[in-house]
């Protein structure tokens, strides 16, 4: 076996000859020439000149060998539905999407936003784009019409896929009305709207530009339309995250490095080889299910299990009979879900044959030490966990077990992977930490293969945002802390941004505060993130009302702490929602005015805020502190 340590040293000290050998693993129809073009730093082209087509490696190339496996199984314990896409079958559904696509005005390079539950249509849907070379901008469809009508107007697509309805934990959200409002509040317009009909929502809104899929689908039933090789570094998708501003960034990333990136990645981090099952419990709208329920698997040949629903509907067994029944090999999802489970009962579990799963990975947020021995020592298999970003696409830190089998230290995702020269730097010097110092988490240039190339349309924003916030150095900056030991393992700290993560997802709080801040009765708002043991993070919103005595008595507290949480739904999306509204007299700031949000979150987890020259009134302190009190009682 070959040492780790060798092995992450050449993918640092000989980017190019390390990628060049790991490039093979996916089908070139045009050979790149240059491996890595650093000519313009920070940007970084990967495998110039090469051509190559995402589609064409994860679904054409495995039908010589591979026609009559499963590609695809699909389980919705929401509707009953339960199906299985071979290869040939993906092939032909992908082939079918795409000619409806072109039918409608795709082309290469122009964007299509889906905005779709969890139905085989989107992974159809997400490959037709790339086998047209058209670039696809997932919407997770739990957001709201004005953060639809925003990314509408970012990506400009020529087209829209969605559907009637979604449906979570038993309950239909119709789709329509929402994809209605944000085509009214657009400036955009795209020409149509590409409708999968579920027959969830009986009353569809009516609108000219709603098309159904299924009658274009028969009439290309047989279509067979080329693959369109690109240029290794066109954009495959975009995909929005949230930052400090209220504005979402569009991650935007390449064709080449990210399939090549992802092969490399399905054998050293996930020892995933090609005829295995993989079930990726999370949402197409998120990365985890870009690159890990779609691209991945698909790119090294295996299976790959899509999910919609809960773990505990019909009951808390459902996820290990589905690793029983389709002899699940590889199980990917975020902490929150574990601990979910964790209350369940553990007969549940071991009423299951296991004997098919191998390694279970987790990711998005800290994994804490009780649920890591919980579900280490449930399972009996080896738990990863695995730290990444919306914007580099795949791990930064893991136990790299194809690699070598590094003993796993609980409370780390462990060390850095292959391909990213990680440091951790002081925030005010930007030099490197001594070991056990905190320190922010930066990679330095290059970013390796399948990371972000730019944001969307504003090449200005990437250098600025990633780029410059550490002082001396162009350096790109993760804005998590962190802490390495001595043995390289790191421990992720936080976040140094105004970013929450609640359940995996992250939130901007400011985009959090912008919706509330849109309801008649608030006249300021700070949103902070404390820790919630089951959530990972919850967000908390501190309001000074217009008129101070609306929420004089608990009964109109409690109405208006609704009529805001409804606002959040409406404008944001009910992930947004905040775990509790508090009404304040006045909001801590210093004197030149800005939110001290920290200051506020400390205080609301009960932690003195410590030593804050700056305020401008120390009387909102006391404010924070009694209102969560209050609450507490
Ligand atoms: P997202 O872009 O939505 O995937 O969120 C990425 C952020 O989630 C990171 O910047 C971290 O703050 C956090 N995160 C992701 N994975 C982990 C992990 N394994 N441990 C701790 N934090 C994580």
Request: charged share 20%; aromatic share 8%.
């Amino acid at each position: 076996m070959r040492s780790y340590r060798d092995f992450h040293r050449e993918s640092i000290d000989a980017p190019e000859d390390f990628w060049r050998r790991e490039a093979s693993r996916i089908h070139w129809e045009t050979p790149f020439d240059t491996v890595l073009d650093r000519s313009n730093p920070p940007f970084a082209r990967w495998f110039c000149g090469g051509r190559t087509n995402l589609c064409y490696n994860a679904v054409d190339r495995h039908l010589a060998t591979r026609a009559q496996q499963n590609a695809l199984v699909y389980v919705s314990t929401e509707t009953g539905i339960e199906s299985q896409y071979t290869y040939a079958e993906l092939h032909a559904e992908v082939n079918r999407m795409a000619a409806v696509m072109r039918s409608l005005g795709v082309k290469r390079g122009e964007r299509v936003l889906i905005y779709l539950p969890m139905i085989p249509e989107a992974v159809f849907a997400m490959l037709a784009c790339a086998r047209l070379g058209a670039i696809h901008s997932v919407v997770f469809g739990g957001f709201a019409a004005p953060s639809l009508a925003a990314r509408i107007d970012d990506a400009k697509p020529v087209l829209i896929v969605s559907a009637d309805a979604g449906a979570r934990g038993g309950r239909v959200i119709d789709y329509t009305p929402l994809v209605d409002e944000a085509m009214s509040r657009a400036q955009h317009a795209p020409q149509k709207v590409l409708l999968i009909d579920r027959k969830l929502a009986p009353n569809r809104v009516k609108a000219s530009y709603f098309v159904d899929y299924e009658p274009l689908r028969e009439q290309y039933s047989d279509a067979q339309i080329p693959c369109e090789w690109l240029e290794s570094n066109e954009p495959s998708y975009i995909l929005y995250t949230s930052g400090t501003t209220g504005k979402p960034k569009g991650v935007q990333r390449d064709v080449g490095g990210y399939a090549v990136a992802l092969a490399a990645s399905m054998e050293y981090i996930f020892e995933g080889r090609a005829g295995d099952t993989m079930f990726t419990a999370s949402d197409i709208g998120w990365v985890v299910g870009h690159s890990y329920i779609i691209y991945a698997p698909l790119l090294a040949g295996m299976t790959t299990v899509m999910y919609e629903g809960t773990p505990i509907r019909p009951d808390g067994g459902i996820w290990w009979r589905l690793v029983e029944q389709y002899r699940i090999n590889l199980m990917f999802t975020a902490p929150t879900a574990i601990r979910v489970l964790k209350k369940q009962d553990p007969a549940l579990l071991r009423a299951a044959d296991l004997s098919s799963l191998r390694t279970l990975f987790l990711a998005g947020e800290p994994l804490d030490e009780p649920t890591a021995s919980w579900i280490s020592d449930a399972l009996g298999k080896p738990v990863v966990d695995n730290y990444w970003q919306t914007e580099t696409g795949w791990p930064m830190l893991a136990i790299q077990r194809g690699v070598e089998a590094l003993p796993q230290k609980l409370g780390s995702p462990g060390v850095p992977v292959y391909g990213y020269g990680l440091t951790l730097r002081d925030e005010n010097t930007g030099e490197p930490c001594a070991t056990g110092e905190k320190g922010v988490i930066t990679i330095d240039y290059p970013l390796p293969p399948g990371c972000m190339q730019t944001v969307w349309g504003d090449d200005a924003r990437f250098v600025k945002t990633y780029w410059e916030s550490v002082p001396g150095h162009q350096v790109y900056s993760t804005f998590d802390w962190g802490v390495q030991d001595t043995e390289g393992y790191v421990t992720i700290l936080g976040r140094t941004d105004d970013v929450i993560n609640v359940a995996g997802h992250r939130l901007g709080t400011r985009e959090i505060e912008e919706a509330i801040s849109s309801h008649a009765s608030v006249a300021e708002v700070a949103v902070v993130g404390v820790e919630d043991a089951l959530k990972g993070q919850a967000a908390l919103a501190f309001v000074v009302l217009r008129d101070a005595n609306a929420a004089a008595d608990p009964a109109a507290a409690k109405t208006l702490e609704a009529s805001i949480a409804a606002t959040v739904d409406r404008n944001l999306g009910a992930i947004g929602r905040p775990a509790r509204v508090h009404f304040v007299a006045m909001l801590p700031k210093t004197r030149s005015g800005k939110l001290l949000r920290r200051a506020i979150a400390a205080l609301a987890e009960g932690h003195d805020p410590g030593d804050l020259p700056t305020i401008e009134d120390a009387s909102a302190l006391e404010q924070i502190r009694e209102a969560v009190a209050n609450r507490a009682a």
